[in-house]
């Protein structure tokens, strides 16, 4: 299982990406394949990357939406891949290289806090 950091500050101080650096090699056993850190202003997210299936070994994460609205770091497992690909229109795509977290962030971006009831998925995010 990959592992899932972050740093949120209430009191909107920045996040430092040093923190994030040193809490990624703190983690460093539960996740050897890649690493990556993201932050904006006082949020930040990183994540160990360990990759259990073939669609994750293209997986970058944490991962943002092209307008950068949203961002997304999961370890997860999309069962109902080929029917929520189609429903999304990731069609362009062949399903085999789509990374369960680009599903997971395009059905949130369509259908907002109901994509959980879309997905059948074994998943922390």
């Keep these: 299982m990959s592992a899932l950091f972050g740093i949120f ?26 690493q990556g850190i ?31 609205a949203f961002v997304i770091t999961a370890d997860a497992r999309i069962d109902n891949r080929d029917e929520l690909i189609k429903l999304l229109g990731l069609t362009n795509s062949s399903a085999a290289t789509v990374a369960d977290s680009h599903i997971i962030l395009a059905s949130y971006q369509k259908w907002g806090e109901g994509c959980a009831s879309s997905t059948e998925s074994a998943f922390a995010m």
């Design 38 to 68: 993201w932050s904006d202003r006082q949020i930040g997210l990183g994540h160990r990357m360990l990759w259990s299936t073939p669609e994750s070994l293209q997986e970058r994460l944490p991962l943002c939406s092209s307008d950068s």
């Design 9 to 34: 500050f209430t009191d909107h101080r920045p996040v430092e990406r040093l923190e994030l650096k040193r809490m990624s090699e703190k983690l460093a056993h539960r996740g050897h394949d890649a």
